[in-house]
């Protein structure tokens, strides 16, 4: 599948203009999500045998998502288990709706497939968002696989009331998704990564906090997870360029702040070194860097925070993931989970099955019972 999907259709999408492409792409997925025979058909090809694993108290059914920004629209929603996925992250999503940066904002640099982009939190804002995934809901086009939000900051919110903007799209939203992601760590809206400074981070997720527990209690008749008023995980995302020590002044506010679990990473703003003047064309546009340069890197910061909480906190782990040797390497450096972007754009939708068998096989190798046996055995 993947063979095909590089030797036949990326040539003809890599003629197009990124963003047309995506966006394309995704109105197309938008229609097809429509109609249950069309996912139930494309399920059927694509979605792996079950490699299910449990964290934040959810149940995944495999532990290959798909990463914030291909679907900031939630667009696409019913169409991503089709593809195989465990989970979904919807978003960025900020309180106020926004264009973004002006375009062109999506560069690909092919010979290293890696991605840069600037797009600067283009999102419906969250009201729109919470009416389409309510219209999901009304559809009977709900996933069977828990979703989550990816949450950031509106361009035109000073950050000093960061807080406020988080906790209006906290919210609305929460009735709508299972967990939510505090990202405090895309380069592309000005200051946004200096909330991770562990002060600003404290006042975002007291906000949200302090709505997770205006919780009443369920007495609903299926899993909290459904309850539109249980608390939800509240997880952060954090950047590849943090230091050590930053990271682990981030790390001191998980107690304290019931932090679920860390997303590592997002994007760098760092470039690979390269005599490639096609490479270094691309590299000198502003923006975060994904796709395979960035995976040692984020490999390395999820070993660190796998150490340092001694494997007692959560890890969604990604950046570079093209394969099962880079799923199952984030996943013995201590990720629970994994997602992927830029390995979709480069290596098309067979890639989620591949990953899922592949890991399925690294762990009957390996003499492992199951996924979690695995999570941080190189850290
Ligand atoms: C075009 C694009 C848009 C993105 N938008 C977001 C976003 O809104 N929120 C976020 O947390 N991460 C965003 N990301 C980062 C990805 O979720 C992911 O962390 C990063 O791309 C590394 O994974 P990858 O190497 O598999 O792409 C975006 C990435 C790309 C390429």
Request: glycine share 8%.
């Amino acid at each position: 599948m993947s063979w095909i999907y590089r030797t036949l259709l990326r040539p003809a999408l890599f003629a197009q203009d990124s963003e047309e492409i995506h966006n394309c792409t995704l109105a197309l997925l938008n229609c097809l999500g429509r109609h249950e025979v069309i996912c139930d058909a494309l399920a059927s090809f694509l979605a792996p045998p079950e490699l299910p694993v449990a964290v934040f108290g959810l149940r995944f059914p495999n532990p290959v998502g798909l990463a914030a920004g291909m679907d900031k629209h939630a667009a696409a929603l019913p169409v991503w288990p089709a593809l195989g996925f465990g989970f979904s992250e919807m978003g960025g999503v900020t309180w106020h709706p926004q264009p973004g940066n002006p375009a062109p904002r999506l560069f690909r640099a092919v010979a290293d497939e890696a991605l840069i982009n600037r797009m600067g939190f283009n999102n419906p804002g969250a009201e729109a968002m919470a009416q389409t995934l309510a219209q999901w809901r009304a559809l009977g086009r709900w996933p069977g696989h828990p979703v989550g939000i990816n949450l950031g900051k509106s361009r035109i919110t000073p950050l000093e009331k960061a807080a406020e903007d988080y906790a209006g799209s906290f919210r609305l939203l929460r009735p709508h998704a299972d967990f939510f992601v505090v990202n405090v760590s895309s380069p592309n809206t000005p200051n946004l990564r200096r909330l991770q400074d562990k002060a600003a981070l404290d006042e975002i997720l007291a906000a949200l906090q302090a709505i997770n527990s205006t919780s009443q209690e369920s007495n609903h008749p299926q899993s909290a997870i459904r309850n539109p008023h249980s608390p939800r995980p509240i997880l952060v995302k954090v950047a590849p360029d943090l230091s050590f020590e930053a990271l682990d002044e981030i790390l001191e506010l998980a107690g304290p702040r019931q932090i679920a679990g860390l997303v590592a990473t997002n994007t760098t703003i760092t470039r690979p070194e390269t005599r490639n003047l096609d490479l270094q064309r691309i590299y000198a546009e502003a923006g975060g860097l994904s796709g395979r340069p960035l995976r040692a890197r984020s490999t390395e910061i999820i070993r660190h925070l796998f150490r340092q909480t001694k494997g007692q906190l959560p890890l969604i782990g990604m950046g570079g993931i093209f394969d099962a040797t880079d799923a199952w390497e984030k996943i013995c450096a201590g990720a629970s989970l994994v997602q992927i972007y830029t390995g979709l754009v480069y290596e098309g939708p067979g890639l989620v099955q591949e990953v899922v068998l592949g890991l399925s096989e690294r762990l009957r190798a390996a003499g492992l019972a199951n996924l979690q046996q695995a999570v941080g055995i190189e850290a």
